[in-house]
Each structure stands twice: as C-alpha cells, then as structure tokens.
C-alpha cells in the first residue's frame, strides 16, 4: 500500500534514525534515512506537501529509553505509520561499558511497544533491522550478541504484524562491492551513501504498489 499525503509518518530509535536532528524544531528531521525518505516522498506529490513526516530518534537509546517515552513520542502523535529501528546500542553498550541488555528482555519490551501501538492507533507498523558492518576486528565478536537479537526483531515483528525492512541485508549485499567504512565509517553509523540504501530499503518494503 502506497504512502499517501494524509498519512502521518513518525520514525522512532537510535542515533541512526535521529542522525543529527535540531531537537529545537520539531519539523527537522536530521541528515539521515528518515530525511532521504521525505524528500522521495514530497518529490513524488509534485505540488502537494506529501506526507507528514515526524523524527523522534534520540542518541543512545536502547529499547527500554523507547519504552520509556513512547506515549508522548509515539501515540500521542497519533501517526498513520510508525517505523522502529533499535537494537545496536543494546548490543554496543555490552561491549564498551558492560551493559546487558538481555535478548529475552529486549525481545519482551519491544513485543510490549508493538503491541501496545496496534492497540491505540489504526498504524501501520514496520521494524527496521539492526545492522553491523565491521571495520575493526574487535566488533565481529558483537554479532554474538546482535545475531540473536535480530532474530528477536524479526520474531517480535511477526508476532504484532509489522512490515520488516532488512537494513541488514541491504548493507551487507553492499558491502559485497564497497568497503564497509564507505557504508558505515564506525561500523554503525551509516554514511550518506548507508542512509541512502536504508532509505531505499524501507520505500521499497513500504511503499509497495502491493496492497
């Protein structure tokens, strides 16, 4: 089902979705995915305004700092689709401060934040994958700790009935014909080019002439 300009996009996660919004005006939308989505979208209405396009993505955040304001960020709003993406800073923060943020937990809390927007809103709801692409030798340990917990986003994405974009394989189907540090230069943070194919993913899974 197409994107239409009554809808009310609102995008909520990590530094990846907030990439680098003025959190002093709440039309900005940062530099990132979200930002290369409206402009598609507003392109494509010609003269109308397109879709209201909303950025709550904050630095840092796990599932459960989600969890902790997604009434006013979220429902409150009372948006047409809402789109996650979260998961790398539970997995980071096990590897630079020793953080656990336990697979199941994770797993239960954003089943809780699924579920408790298809109970409020009329939305629909697509999770976007996390992702780790490499660039020292150090981060392939973390994908013993993202592996599983991917499989908990796409487990809990089933369960209420979401669309998935796989940012995942996206990235690493590119990351076949270009270094990762082009895609990623941390490993996490996409670059413009990164942004551009998470962007594409999601209008693709999105987006579809498909009902």
């Given amino acids: 089902m197409r994107i239409n300009e009554k809808d009310t996009l609102l995008f909520i996660g990590d530094s990846i979705t907030d990439a680098g919004r003025d959190r002093t005006h709440s039309a900005s939308l940062g530099s ?4 290369e989505i409206a402009r598609t979208l507003r392109a494509r209405a010609d003269a109308g305004p397109g879709p209201v396009v909303i950025n709550k993505g ?3 955040n796990r599932v459960y700092d989600l969890e902790s304001r997604w009434a006013t960020d979220v429902i409150d709003h009372r948006p047409t689709v809402v789109t996650v993406k979260i998961g ?5 923060r096990r590897y630079d401060r020793g953080i656990i943020s336990p697979v199941d937990e994770f797993e239960a809390c954003l089943d809780r934040l699924l579920a408790d927007t298809a109970r409020k ?12 692409l490499p660039v020292t030798s150090d981060q392939n ?11 908990a986003v796409l ?9 998935v974009v796989r940012a995942d394989l996206a990235l690493l189907r590119a990351a076949e014909e270009r270094a990762a540090a082009e895609l990623a230069p941390d490993g996490v943070h996409p670059s413009p080019l ?5 962007a594409d993913a999601w209008l693709a899974a999105v987006d579809s002439v498909r009902p």
């Fill in 121 to 132: 809103l009329s939305a629909r709801l697509v999770v976007i994958t996390p992702f780790l």
């Fill in 58 to 60: 904050l630095n840092g």
């Fill in 155 to 163: 487990r809990a994405a089933l369960a209420n009935e979401a669309q």
């Fill in 88 to 92: 790398i800073n539970d997995t980071w």
């Fill in 141 to 151: 340990d973390w994908y013993e700790d993202l592996s599983p917990r991917t499989d």
């Fill in 194 to 198: 990164g942004h551009r194919l998470i």
């Fill in 32 to 35: 990132g995915y979200v930002q």
